[in-house]
């Protein structure tokens, strides 16, 4: 067993890991964070996103050891201080950019990086940074409407195919 | 996964010594090897993370010549921009994901047939730098996921010579984002180089007949009638031997016709 230390959400957090344990293992079952969710295992879904160092990453394909000093955001610190959902949380819920709810950390997560590089991107640019996030349910049009809103561009024109 | 220890040395000497163990296995980025772990294909006794190694991640550019840390991600060379062609192929490897954690020396490392980076390295004429020595691509890449790297032989850096003209043309496997085909040409002083990833049993390789064809013309129309043999190509279920042939052929020349 190692032990890690690293920045999640702005805490400082300590455990220890067996080499073999990954970054996600550690999220969810150590820590109880259970909001990064393990869709695939296979690094093909990434509903595991989160931010390592700033750079969205699968969680389930990086070892916990990996991550020691490093500073990490997951779905759980993305709400406002107040507990309200941030903008693209709260954009996803005004244009039903989640049915069953299972990829959306995941989602949100690459959204947030993405506008953090890009913060008006088109519509293509969306759809091409969501390459790694699959979801089974929406077809991605109202993901893909919901990131465009919380860039704060007018997706009056995107229609809900 | 089988159960391993973990270590993260901080220098290459300390991760060259770490590796002297002969069932310890180095981890660059981990997009392929943790997925190989999982599936419990691999059973190294200590994984060497090189992902702590300052010196190996970097990219620098002196007299024509661009090096590129072996410890760099794709995300910085598609961010770096020197090399356009070489920027632009790493911007489309795999997801942004990927490509926050994939390293080049992993990808050349690992030489998965069906890799972008081997096209890329091979193509430029690049030169694979170890901790022990430097390696012509030619020399390098041996067969699939077969290198001239010795037993716990590091990457730590690949220098690009930069070509008047490059470009890289992937057809993309949609399921897993690598190349069914990729072409990668290269204009330089000294001819043409055209490096084919995707398409073989024996991995990355030149097309030395397109090569000549467009040393003496560089143009699309210079590939006119040239075919490639369909023998001893990658057969599955995503396209025949002879579907990866005819796409052989229609990269390089869009490849050729999109160099700048």
Known sequence: MTKVTMTINGKSVSGE??????????????????????????????????HVD?????????????ADGADVATIEGQANADGSLNVIQ?????????????????????????????PKPSEAEVREYLEGNICRCTGYHNIVKAIMAASGQDVSAIAAE | MYAFDIERPATVAEAVAAL???????????????????????????????????????ISSAGGILTVGGGTTH?????????????????????????????????????????????????????????????????????????????????TAVKFPIPEKANYQKFVQPASRFALVGVFVAKTADGVRVAVTGASNEGVHRWSAAE?????????????????????????????????????????????????
């Open chain 1, 54 to 66: 700033g750079k969205p990453v699968k969680s389930c394909t990086m070892f916990a050891a990996e």
């Open chain 2, 75 to 155: 995300d910085d060379v598609a961010a770096d921009g020197s090399y356009k062609a070489l920027s632009e192929l790493a911007a489309n490897i795999g997801d942004p994901a990927v490509r926050s954690r994939g390293t080049i020396g992993g990808s050349i490392a690992n030489n998965d047939p069906s890799a972008c980076y081997p096209a890329a390295a091979l193509g430029s004429g690049a030169t694979i730098v170890t901790n022990e020595r430097e390696i012509a691509a030619d020399d390098y890449f041996v067969g699939m996921f077969e290198t001239a790297l010795g037993e716990g032989e590091i990457i």
């Open chain 1, 90 to 118: 709260a954009a996803f819920q005004e244009h039903h950019g989640l049915q069953c709810g299972f990829c959306t950390p995941g989602m949100v997560m690459s959204a947030a990086a993405l506008l953090k590089d890009n």
């Open chain 2, 20 to 58: 002297s163990n002969e069932d310890a296995q180095a981890l660059g980025g981990g997009q392929t090897l943790i997925p190989t772990l999982k599936q419990r294909l691999a059973s190294p006794e200590k994984l060497v993370s090189l992902t702590g190694v300052a010196e190996m991640k970097g």
């Open chain 1, 17 to 50: 890991v067996e080499g073999r344990t990954l970054l996600s293992s550690f999220l969810r079952e150590d820590l109880h964070l259970t909001g990064t969710h393990i869709g695939c295992d296979t690094s093909q879904c990434g509903a595991c996103v989160v």
């Open chain 2, 212 to 260: 000549e064809a467009l040393s003496k013309d560089f143009s699309a129309g210079a590939l006119d009638g040239l075919t490639v043999s369909a023998d001893d190509l990658i057969a599955d279920l995503h396209g025949s031997a002879e579907y990866r042939a005819h796409l052989v052929s229609v990269m390089t020349k869009r490849a050729v016709a999109a160099a700048s």
